[in-house]
């Protein structure tokens, strides 16, 4: 099956089977069910092995992860939404959820068909796609305005195109909405790919794609691997497509799912113009030291939902509970997760952090030597010399504003990396 297509013959014929359905029938319940919720993504994943489905990408985001993409964004501002890996519309029936109906189901379509954009290599998933939101349109129709009509599945519209995301011009317009959970497959990345050489992500290459492509005010709803949030390897990546987007959030959201073992992270941003000047290191910071030379730095090991709780009563550090810029003598909250512990004194620093914060580097001294829990959301910087007064000049160096300048070239993103923090200069003065 050449790029994951699958026979699709079947498809409609199955769901008509299902729903015993005739075309041009009243559209029943279980029909309209069927499409809207699980069973097309049932039935490609029947289809296909799991092998093929890795080794062209297909895993589709579902009905749960294109309700977090999207939760709480509105979308009225936006002309037209475009998904360049549409798969079964997962996203792009989402967006339909909350998109104006018009008199008729037909006119509605007839609306939607026009401000909908989607790409896949397989026709048989534009299909899929384009029945699904034909569906949505029938059963809002009937449950917000109480008409009853029959469903007659029109043809793929226009904006359905089939063929390979990272070659079609996709002809974004400012007000353009991008919504995409592309494939993650590693592929070989052009010459020119700020993703780096050899294979990459394809993740990393079609939301560059995307963003190289569109011109400013197009908005960007993705959900990628997390290793491009936070990778070493992505480091260059994240600071060439800060210099394109304005980042409106980056956030990891866990793992993706049984069958695709990856984390994945969200991120919401709009196309901009690119900068033309960044923020230089002071010149005057040329020190060979590190803050790597005098510390040892992690990620607190907590993922709180995901860590198994059966461990022994400890303190645990947040950053809800770990005040910026204090020192914490002895924890004031304990918890039981059964993984790594860590002993002070220590310094933590919190990982969300933005090149718009006034500072970067927002830390805490946790100067007790009792063993303690620290949530993920945190970087633990341990002193070599395990002694509490090089924590001290640690919060120096990080609250310096030569500091926050290096921080501000170095990552750009909201968030700040194990490696970020490992090659901060130390600054002496």
């Given at each position: 099956?050449?790029?994951?297509?699958?026979p699709?013959?079947?498809f409609?014929t199955?769901?008509?089977?299902?729903?015993?359905l005739?075309?041009?029938?009243?559209?029943?319940?279980k029909?309209?069910?069927?499409?809207m919720?699980?069973?097309?993504?049932?039935?490609?994943?029947n289809t296909?092995?799991l092998?093929?489905?890795?080794?062209?990408?297909?895993?589709?985001?579902?009905a749960?992860?294109?309700?977090?993409?999207?939760?709480?964004?509105?979308?009225?501002g936006?002309?037209?939404?475009?998904?360049p890996?549409?798969g079964?519309?997962?996203?792009l029936l989402?967006?339909?959820?909350?998109?104006?109906?018009?008199?008729?189901?037909?006119?509605?379509?007839?609306?939607?068909a026009d401000?909908?954009?989607?790409?896949d290599?397989?026709?048989?998933f534009?299909?899929?796609a384009?029945?699904r939101?034909?569906?949505?349109?029938?059963?809002?129709?009937?449950?917000?305005?109480g008409q009853?009509?029959?469903?007659?599945f029109?043809?793929?519209?226009?904006n359905?195109?089939?063929g390979?995301?990272l070659?079609?011009?996709?002809?974004?317009?400012?007000?353009?909405?991008?919504?995409?959970?592309?494939?993650?497959?590693?592929?070989?990345?052009?010459?020119?790919s700020?993703a780096?050489?050899?294979?990459?992500s394809?993740a990393a290459?079609?939301?560059?794609?995307?963003?190289?492509?569109?011109?400013?005010?197009?908005?960007i709803?993705?959900?990628?691997?997390?290793?491009?949030?936070s990778?070493?390897?992505?480091?260059?990546?994240r600071?060439e497509?800060?210099?394109?987007?304005?980042?409106i959030?980056?956030?990891?959201?866990?793992?993706?799912?049984?069958?695709?073992?990856?984390?994945?992270?969200?991120?919401?941003?709009?196309?901009?113009?690119?900068?033309?000047v960044?923020?230089?290191?002071?010149?005057?910071?040329c020190?060979?030291?590190?803050?790597?030379?005098?510390?040892s730095v992690?990620?607190?090991?907590?993922?709180?939902?995901?860590?198994?709780?059966?461990?022994?009563?400890?303190?645990?550090?947040?950053?809800?509970?770990?005040?910026?810029?204090?020192?914490?003598?002895?924890?004031?909250?304990?918890?039981?997760?059964?993984?790594?512990?860590?002993r002070?004194?220590?310094?933590?620093v919190?990982?969300?952090s933005?090149?718009?914060?006034?500072k970067?580097?927002?830390?805490?001294?946790?100067?007790?030597?009792?063993?303690?829990?620290v949530e993920?959301?945190?970087?633990?910087?341990k002193?070599?010399?395990?002694?509490?007064?090089?924590?001290?000049?640690?919060?120096?160096v990080?609250?310096?504003?030569?500091t926050?300048?290096?921080?501000n070239?170095?990552?750009?993103?909201?968030?700040?990396?194990?490696?970020?923090?490992k090659s901060?200069?130390?600054?002496?003065?």
């Open positions: 099956m050449m790029n994951g297509e699958i699709l013959s079947s409609a199955a769901l008509m089977t299902a729903g015993d005739d075309e041009g029938t009243l559209c029943p319940e029909l309209v069910s069927d499409l919720n699980g069973h097309a993504t049932d039935f490609v994943y296909l092995s092998s093929d489905r890795r080794s062209h990408g297909v895993f589709f985001s579902g749960s992860w294109a309700k977090k993409i999207l939760a709480g964004r509105d979308l009225t936006w002309q037209r939404f475009v998904d890996s549409v079964v519309g997962d996203l989402e967006v339909c959820r909350s998109l104006p109906l018009n008199k008729t189901a037909n006119d509605t379509i007839k609306d939607w401000r909908l954009v989607a790409v290599l397989r026709k048989s534009l299909d899929i384009w029945m939101v034909q569906a949505l349109a029938f059963h809002r129709h009937a449950a917000e305005k009853s009509n029959k469903i007659i029109k043809e793929l519209p226009d359905f195109l089939v390979d995301a070659e079609i011009d996709l002809q974004l317009t400012p007000n353009d909405c991008v919504v995409m959970n592309p494939p993650y497959q590693r592929i070989q990345a052009p010459e020119n700020f780096g050489k050899g294979k990459r394809a290459l079609h939301l560059e794609h995307i963003i190289r492509t569109a011109p400013p005010g197009v908005g709803f993705a959900l990628i691997p997390d290793v491009l949030r990778g070493s390897s992505y480091a260059k990546f600071m497509l800060t210099n394109l987007i304005n980042l959030s980056f956030e990891p959201f866990g793992a993706f799912g049984t069958q695709a073992d990856i984390d994945v992270a969200i991120l919401v941003a709009t196309s901009k113009a690119p900068e033309e960044f923020i230089e290191p002071d010149p005057e910071v020190n060979e030291l590190c803050v790597e030379e005098f510390f992690s990620v607190g090991p907590v993922v709180p939902h995901r860590t198994p709780t059966n461990g022994k009563l400890c303190g645990y550090l947040t950053a809800k509970n770990a005040a910026v810029g204090e020192e914490i003598k002895a924890a004031s909250e304990f918890a039981t997760y059964n993984c790594r512990i860590e002070g004194p220590f310094v933590i919190r990982r969300t933005s090149p718009s914060d006034k970067r580097a927002r830390s805490t001294l946790f100067s007790s030597r009792e063993e303690t829990l993920n959301h945190l970087l633990i910087l002193p070599k010399d395990r002694k509490i007064s090089t924590c001290r000049l640690l919060l120096n990080l609250d310096h504003e030569r926050d300048a290096w921080l070239h170095r990552i750009r993103c909201r968030h700040l990396t194990v490696g970020a923090i901060l200069p130390w600054i002496a003065d």
